[in-house]
């Protein structure tokens, strides 16, 4: 009984691998690159959708016009948070965009801990919030953006209701 299991298994194996290989080369439909779910090399090699996010475009800093407008990111001598690339700045952004577009009370209060926690480095900064709309995998290989949308112009410190 167990030499006639050993056997099948003995045999089944190459046969399911014969098989694998046979449906590898002939069974390639005619409408698509592979056969799902036997073979699938470019599972993650395409992005479903663009993306949005918000994001911080410096146009000035400490009372210099930067040559060309910096995603703030970008700045990472300038500011640790760009170079430790705090989730809580995203995060942070994203309520703030919120609240500007809501036109709600707690704008302001947003913008000082904002300023306060994550670009404290710069005495002056001029800044655009800004939310962008991009490929990730595009952006990743050549930093394109698709299209971008100004919610607000913003100079660090200076608050309308001050």
């Given at each position: 009984?167990?030499?006639?299991?050993?056997?099948?298994?003995?045999?089944?194996?190459p046969i399911?691998?014969?098989a694998y290989?046979?449906?590898?080369?002939?069974?390639?439909?005619?409408?698509?690159?592979?056969?799902?779910?036997f073979?699938?090399?470019?599972?993650?090699?395409?992005?479903?959708?663009?993306?949005?996010?918000?994001?911080?475009?410096?146009?000035?800093?400490?009372?210099?016009?930067?040559?060309e407008?910096?995603?703030?990111?970008?700045?990472?001598?300038?500011?640790?948070?760009?170079?430790?690339?705090?989730?809580?700045?995203?995060?942070?952004?994203?309520?703030?965009?919120?609240?500007?577009?809501?036109?709600?009370?707690?704008?302001?209060?947003?913008?000082?801990?904002?300023?306060n926690?994550?670009?404290?480095?710069?005495?002056?900064?001029?800044?655009?919030?800004?939310?962008?709309v991009?490929?990730?995998?595009?952006?990743?290989?050549?930093?394109?953006?698709?299209?971008?949308?100004?919610?607000a112009?913003?100079?660090?410190?200076?608050?309308?209701?001050?």
């Amino acid at each position: 009984m167990l030499l006639k299991q050993y056997y099948f298994r003995q045999t089944l194996v190459p046969i399911i691998l014969l098989a694998y290989i046979f449906i590898s080369i002939v069974g390639k439909p005619e409408h698509r690159a592979e056969l799902f779910p036997f073979f699938n090399w470019s599972l993650f090699s395409t992005s479903s959708n663009p993306r949005t996010d918000i994001v911080v475009v410096v146009r000035a800093m400490n009372g210099e016009r930067l040559p060309e407008k910096k995603y703030f990111y970008d700045l990472t001598d300038a500011f640790k948070t760009a170079r430790s690339r705090d989730s809580r700045f995203g995060k942070a952004l994203n309520l703030l965009a919120q609240a500007k577009v809501k036109s709600a009370p707690a704008e302001i209060g947003l913008r000082k801990s904002i300023e306060n926690n994550f670009m404290s480095e710069a005495k002056h900064l001029e800044y655009d919030l800004v939310q962008i709309v991009f490929d990730p995998i595009e952006r990743l290989a050549t930093g394109k953006v698709i299209r971008t949308h100004k919610i607000a112009t913003y100079e660090k410190g200076v608050y309308a209701n001050d």
